[in-house]
DNA sequence: GGGGTCATGTAATAGGTTACATGATTCT
DNA sequence: AGAATCATGTAACCTATTACATGACCCC
């Protein structure tokens, strides 16, 4: 059983919107792009209504009524119920508490990162890095802006908070490429060589079959650890 | 129109095990298992055959020979095809090179963090600074047993990056948690008189129409800030 | 020899994303 | 007056997750 009966954190932003007052789902939507939360919470209009549907199937949200401009499509306002309020805080309590397993794409990457040579790796590293620095400049120069405009930095805390992610990050791939460019980092060779073995027409099965004829010593790693090497 | 005709992560998992040889879907599984992936991408059984026929389907990998052995279900064996081994490379350069917009539950959070009282955000903030750092000595710990079985960094890479992040976390999280409670962090008063108002029935919109009736001067940096404050 | 767990997968359902629809307003 | 954009939503499709199924092996 998921832990909330709705799980997509876009109905944790409806929910805020509706605790000021209610409001119809486009309604919703202009207000949290208005207030840039759609840079930290996912926003697109098909999630917003199947989202909200749910919030209302599951008592969190209630339908007010249903109102017509001229001929525009019917709008249905909805409202928040104590139920909803509850939820809200409690799923945000859990949020701000508790940090959850997230699957990160750079993550991913490394984890393969054997599968491409390491010199190439190194280069997708830099341009990696590059691209980090200028989204950092952006939000920098964004902070900049609204503090000049007397905006607290309690407003702008998540996007000071990815700023944090992002320079941490950026440290790491500088670092990482470094050392792989160097070929100082112990496992480099190693991985180069199976590049050039496979290159040659050597397939992943046989060098793993027998490290230590196609790598050397250097190969010895590639034994499965669990073995305890007598002596 | 969607980058990548098979967009999850997981199916790249598989293209890298295929790459090394034809297995089957449950070989796929406990090949990643094995070697950990499951920590850097996310696997389960339902999606995995999805997936799998997902790229069966779009010719990036074919089914080679349906086995059975004794009376267990059958199985059938897929092998990487050359559009699959294009595919595995420009992908995973994709991801080595292209930061992507990562949606993270903590960046949520702090993004509707006025929702709940500034006292109660600081200590669920360090609440999580102290689940932080036991994730982060779990995987410290870890790191450095494989590395006294004479395993390289190169192999414990993405987990070495994780840390770096949760560490980043960690370090704002804890300052944040310490800036709320002191008070000493500008907004924070504000912040704090918003909930005892509604705590006495007074609404978010009432609020919001005359911040400065119900905060004071301070409650100036609630307007909108695009008006040029005439002089 | 019965209860767990491994091996292997299928089916049903729920959730999210893209594409489409349609009248109103504004711009040139 | 035609083009673009806003305002508002519906529907179809695709993906992913959960639940279920079923025989084999292993342990006590």
Redesign the interface.
């Known amino acids: 059983m998921t832990r909330r009966r709705v799980a997509n954190?876009l109905a944790?932003?409806v929910l805020?919107c509706l605790?000021?007052?209610p409001m119809h789902p486009y309604e919703i939507s202009t207000t949290l792009k208005e207030r840039n939360?759609e840079?930290?919470?996912?926003l697109n209009y098909g999630s917003l209504y199947s989202v909200v549907d749910s919030l209302a199937k599951h008592g969190l949200i209630q339908a007010q009524e249903t109102s017509r401009d001229g001929r525009r499509p019917e709008r249905t306002v909805y409202a928040i119920t104590e139920a909803g309020q509850a939820e809200?805080?409690d799923w945000?309590?859990e949020?701000?508490?508790?940090?959850?397993k997230?699957?990160?794409?750079?993550?991913?990457?490394?984890?393969?990162?054997?599968?491409?040579p390491p010199a190439?790796?190194a280069t997708?590293?830099d341009?990696?890095a590059g691209?980090?620095r200028e989204?950092i400049n952006r939000l920098e120069a964004m902070h900049a802006g609204?503090r000049a405009?007397?905006?607290?930095?309690?407003?702008l805390?998540?996007s000071v908070?990815?700023v944090?992610?992002?320079?941490?990050?950026l440290?790491?791939v500088a670092d990482?490429a470094r050392d792989i460019h160097s070929g100082t980092?112990?496992?480099?060779q190693v991985?180069q060589r199976m590049h050039e073995l496979r290159a040659q027409g050597v397939?992943?099965?046989e060098i793993?079959a027998d490290p230590v004829r196609y790598l050397g010593e250097e190969g010895r790693?590639l034994l499965p650890?669990d073995q305890p090497s007598a002596g």
């Open positions: 954190p944790l932003a805020s605790l000021e007052r939360k840079q930290s919470i996912k809200f805080e945000l309590a949020l701000l508490s508790t940090p959850a997230e699957f990160t794409s750079l993550e991913a990457g490394l984890s393969l990162m054997p599968g491409l190439q790796v997708l590293l341009a990696r691209r980090l989204e609204a405009q007397g905006l607290h930095d309690l407003f805390i998540e908070y990815r944090r992610l992002l320079t941490a990050e440290e790491f990482l980092m112990p496992g480099v991985w397939s992943v099965e793993f790693a650890p």
